[in-house]
């Protein structure tokens, strides 16, 4: 980023945002431990990161996700949503958001570079969900994402879909 920062015009930061009664969470019937339950800790932004990339004065969206608790939600941007139907082959029509469309972004430009955490789900479920609503020039940043897998899962899908690395 550092280096790179005058080539982006946007970020966007997804986080879990569950409740505590989610459906997902080991304790009540799901595979997950607890996690990112809304306004905790677990669920912030690292602050380093936010105050490292908030100095380049980027423009900053957050979109939440996993906020309805009866429906898994790994990726990030599952529905699209224009703003005007007749018009829909214009990215800045666009507004990009999760399961319940409480939650979005519009995103400003068909390059985009994807970093996060877990590669193997939340990261790879974005992605999913970016390509099934636009033909992005998507590139993802392997060296910034952390996998429960050891980034097999990711390295896969990013071979299957003919995926750029972003370096």
């Given at each position: 980023m550092k280096d790179n920062h005058?080539?982006?015009n946007q970020i966007i930061y997804t986080r879990d945002w569950h409740l505590h009664k989610d459906e997902s969470f080991k304790k009540n019937g799901g595979i997950w431990p607890v996690?990112?339950?809304?306004?905790?800790?677990?669920a912030e932004i690292?602050?380093?990161?936010?105050?490292?990339?908030?100095?380049?004065n980027i423009p900053i969206t957050v979109v939440n996700k996993g906020t309805v608790y009866t429906h898994e939600e790994y990726g990030a941007f599952e529905n699209i949503k224009y703003e005007d139907e007749k018009i829909k082959n214009?990215?800045?029509n666009c507004f990009f958001s999760n399961y319940e469309l409480s939650s979005g972004a519009k995103i400003t430009n068909n390059n985009i570079v994807v970093c996060g955490l877990a590669g193997d789900y939340c990261v790879k479920e974005s992605i999913k969900n970016l390509l099934k609503h636009w033909k992005f020039n998507l590139e993802v940043l392997v060296?910034?994402?952390?996998?429960?897998?050891?980034?097999?899962?990711?390295?896969e899908f990013?071979?299957?879909n003919n995926l750029s690395i972003a370096k």
């Open positions: 005058k080539s982006f996690h990112c339950i809304q306004n905790s800790k677990g690292d602050k380093e990161l936010y105050d490292e990339l908030a100095k380049y214009d990215i800045n060296s910034g994402i952390a996998s429960i897998d050891n980034g097999d899962k990711l390295k990013i071979k299957e």
